[in-house]
């Protein structure tokens, strides 16, 4: 089996007996640190069956995977699109054999956003050029560093065995947020306590309702009633009733009385309780809990706008940056004229008629061009439109006026 081979089977459908060792291992981490306080384990799978920490992942993960990456060229202070460079093809159109661009990124993403730490290794063709980028799983790399400062990685297969050790010529690596500098902080280490909390409540309410812990209502006669008239009671009431036939009209004889049981304040604050684990998951995350649908409380921004350019600075431009610096550094050379950017435009594009005041007065102090606006709208540039506007009653700096004052 080829190198290839080995490094991509984590991608593919894991045998019995991997599937066995998985779960001794999730049985381990009962035993380990990696228990909360409340008695929950805590692991990758059961942190992304919280509802709050998929959607948190998706929002970073998607956010910055659907963006389009463009390598430039800096001449001076312009930047010069470089359209069809290998790497932009590389990042955008097929990474791998089995991969689109946006499906590459978004899973080295996840790795990041998710554990840390987002792996990739490279595949080098002819001139030592990267012409393929073959995603790893987390579990699979351990990174150190040696005593010249330089970075080990030990890469593993599914089996755990270790298929190789590279150094950081070979391995492309995404990092969060690091203590050491050189590996980043596990997000589910890190939110442990938040995430098993949010795992308990959820598990004690689905109990709660599975179980039937408290009914929604009493019935009740002052009449003496046989175990067999209170069973066949009981199953005529279910019948009527239950399921699809809730909220039907009951019609009660016999002097039988029925008695709603409202809510109690434990279960207002059991639902509070889920409320702020939301919000804290998020806070771990960087993620405003609007951006995960969570509107329960207001917003202090003036505008929908003001609100998602502030999630593109706060949240995402941070991640952005990282994976530009990551890409200029493993893709191009680091130090040249190329880089990576991410055209964010059309997250904090404005709304059209802000968009028409705007253009028209860069237009017509000469900021933009009138073919740099159309560029900014999406559209190709039109012939006679590539010199700046320039206003009737101003004349260039350091011109003598042909009819000067007496």
């Keep these: 089996m080829s190198l290839l081979d080995r ?17 001794i291992d999730e049985f381990v981490n ?11 384990s805590v692991t990758r799978k059961n942190a992304m069956q919280v509802a709050t920490v998929y959607a948190c992942v998706r929002v970073l993960s998607e956010g ?3 963006l389009p990456v463009r390598v430039v060229r800096m001449e001076g202070t312009t930047r010069v699109p470089e359209l069809d460079h290998p790497v932009a093809v ?11 661009g946006l499906e590459f990124r978004e899973t080295l993403m996840i790795h990041a956003a998710l554990e840390g730490n987002g792996y990739a290794f490279k595949v080098r063709g002819a001139r030592d050029q990267v012409v393929e980028l073959i995603p790893l799983m987390p579990e699979q790399v351990s990174v150190q560093q040696m005593p010249g400062h330089e970075l080990r990685y030990d890469v593993s297969d599914h089996k755990g065995e270790i298929i190789g050790r590279y150094g950081q010529k070979d391995i492309l690596h995404l990092r969060g ?12 280490k890190v939110a442990q306590q938040a995430i098993g909390l949010s795992i308990a409540t959820e598990r004690s309410q689905a109990k709660l309702h599975s179980n039937g812990g408290r009914p929604g209502g009493l019935l009740s006669t002052d009449q003496k009633l046989q175990p067999d008239q209170l069973v066949k009671l009981r ?12 909220f039907k009209t009951a019609v009660l004889d016999a002097g039988f009385k029925f008695m709603p049981l409202a809510m109690s304040g434990v279960d207002s604050q059991h639902l509070e309780t889920r409320r702020f684990e939301i919000e804290e998951v998020c806070r771990f995350f960087n993620v405003s809990p ?11 921004y003036a505008s929908a706008e003001a609100f998602f350019a502030a999630h593109v600075r706060h949240t995402l431009q941070p991640w952005l940056r990282r994976c530009e610096q990551v890409f200029d550094k493993h893709l191009l050379d680091g130090v040249g004229p190329l880089e990576t950017v991410h055209d964010t435009r059309e997250l904090v594009k404005p709304s059209a008629a802000d968009r028409e005041k705007f253009y028209r007065t860069m237009a017509e102090i000469g900021v933009y061009t009138r073919n740099e606006l159309r560029e900014l709208e999406g559209l190709a540039p039109l012939p006679g439109l ?11 700096g350091g011109t003598n006026n042909e009819n000067p004052a007496p």
């Design 64 to 66: 910055v995977a659907a």
């Design 7 to 23: 490094l991509a089977k984590p991608f593919q459908r894991r045998s019995t007996s991997t599937a066995v060792l998985h779960r």
């Design 177 to 188: 947020p690091s203590r050491d500098g050189y590996e980043g902080m596990n997000t589910i």
């Design 386 to 396: 590539d010199e700046p506007l320039t206003p009737m009653n101003m004349t260039p």
């Design 90 to 100: 590389l990042l955008n159109k097929r990474p791998n054999e089995w991969q689109t």
């Design 30 to 40: 009962l035993f380990s640190n990696d228990s909360s306080f409340s008695g929950v």
């Design 290 to 300: 609007q951006m995960i649908m969570h509107t329960d409380k207001t917003s202090t």
């Design 235 to 246: 199953e005529a009431w279910d019948s009527a009733f239950k399921g699809s036939n809730q």
